[in-house]
């Protein structure tokens, strides 16, 4: 549901920014090669240039006729390599006509200008033929691709001090509940501070979003109504609390009052039983919104699995399955069943044997305890208990 939904959305855009400020933002055209990757046959070791063929018996002795460097000079990578003889290389530099293969210089002894070979090679060991990488004009990297290091190298690689990138996706965060205050000020004995509007914050940050948190909305349908109003502003709402079974749970009355289109109300998850997902036509323009359960997990854990397809979606990125992946059970555990559950977990162990261990809580409010977690360990709805040494499938942050 939330995938298709995520396929149908334009992001907007393009811009141009500065390399260095697009990290985390998505690319709105192809990378393309400029030359050839590499531009020339490049020698991947520190060593000798040879031509294969003449290093068939062993031990072969190969006369050394010059030296080739990294960013060789004209003069430099003129040389060709005839029969018998052999140039000196370095990492990164141009392999000369003639030869075919470079041996690295531990696999060689010396005696002036003799080079002795001691190991066969095969025609194109240590180096990459030129285009090898990428041809001039080919896309090197798709639009849709989010700016990581990797894609940062690339472009610079290219030449592209500038690069066209889809707009950063505006996101409004709306906390409701009577009991909930800023964290500037100093909550009442029966009041808790607002914690959730910054953890969305933070990962919508994370996501490539620009969070923008608005006042805490009372439980009362005329405030709620203004502040849902502003929220629509923004690209995407995200509203928390207020979506359960609670008498002065108003968000979806609320809601439709402004004719919003629900595309579903519930999930068989826990926690996050409660979220909804829909959009609301309120002038020009629809926006997408979810309510969010106000249990602090709760609201982490349906971020993760239903909020970022579409924050990516708004943010021009290819939509990217959820990555699970596979750990054993450190200690055994029972869990009630019929849900599918998302419980706070900690990943340790070794690369060989990755273990994974709940954290103690008290629940989806517990927000000490999903902090000290660094995964989800999930579930599914008919296990009733899990054993120690079990395979187990987790959701990493
Ligand atoms: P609700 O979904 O409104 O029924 O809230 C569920 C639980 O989450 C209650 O214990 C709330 O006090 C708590 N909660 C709701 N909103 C927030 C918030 N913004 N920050 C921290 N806790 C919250
Ligand atoms: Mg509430």
Redesign the pocket.
């Known amino acids: 549901m939330v995938e298709d939904y995520a396929a149908s959305i334009r992001p907007t855009g393009p811009e141009m920014r500065l390399l260095l400020e697009a990290a985390g933002l998505v690319l709105a055209e192809d990378l393309r090669a400029d030359r050839d990757f590499p531009p020339f046959p490049r020698s991947t070791r520190d060593g000798f240039a040879v031509r294969a063929a003449d290093v068939n018996s062993l031990p072969a002795c190969l006369k050394c006729i010059g030296e080739i460097r990294a960013g060789a000079s004209a003069e430099q990578s003129g040389i060709t390599v005839g029969a018998g003889e052999t140039v000196e290389i370095m990492t990164g530099a141009p392999v000369p006509a003639g030869a075919d293969a470079v041996v690295m210089v531990e696999h060689t002894g010396r005696d002036g200008d003799i080079i002795t070979v001691q190991r066969k090679l095969a025609a194109g060991e240590n180096v990459v033929a030129m285009g090898a990488e990428a041809r001039r004009g080919d896309v090197m990297i798709a639009r849709g691709t989010r700016v990581n290091h990797a894609v940062t190298a690339v472009a610079a690689a290219v030449g592209r001090a500038e690069i066209a990138i889809y707009r950063r996706p505006q996101v409004a965060i709306l906390?409701?509940?009577d009991?909930?205050v800023d964290i500037n000020l100093r909550p009442g004995p029966h009041e808790?501070?607002?914690?959730?509007?910054y953890?969305l914050a933070a990962q919508v940050r994370a996501a490539g979003g620009g969070p923008i948190i608005l006042p805490?909305a009372r439980?009362e349908a005329d405030d709620l109504a203004l502040l849902l109003r502003k929220g629509l502003e923004s690209d995407l709402l995200l509203i928390?609390?207020?979506?359960?079974m609670?008498r002065?749970?108003l968000v979806e009355q609320v809601l439709a009052s402004f004719e919003a289109r629900m595309f579903f109300t519930g999930a068989q998850i826990q926690p996050g039983r409660?979220v909804v997902f829909g959009e609301v036509t309120p002038g020009e323009g629809t926006t997408p919104f979810f309510g969010l359960?106000?249990?602090?997990v709760?609201?982490m854990v349906t971020f993760q699995l239903f909020v970022r397809p579409v924050l990516d979606a708004l943010a021009g990125a290819r939509p990217q399955p959820l990555l699970f992946a596979q750990a054993i059970v450190k200690s055994e555990f029972a869990i009630k069943p019929g849900l599918t559950r998302f419980l706070p977990a900690e990943l340790a162990g070794t690369r060989q044997r990755p273990e994974v261990e709940l954290v103690r809580w008290q629940g989806?409010?517990d927000?000490m305890a999903v902090a000290r977690a660094n995964c989800y360990i999930v579930v599914p709805p008919e296990r009733e208990r899990f054993a120690a040494g079990e395979a187990i499938t987790i959701l990493p942050w």
Do not use: C, F, H, Q
Request: glycine share 18%; proline share 9%; charged share 10%.
């Open positions: 906390a409701t509940g009991e909930v808790i501070r607002n914690s959730n509007s953890s805490v439980d928390t609390g207020g979506v359960s609670g002065y749970d409660p359960p106000g249990n602090p709760s609201t989806s409010g927000l």
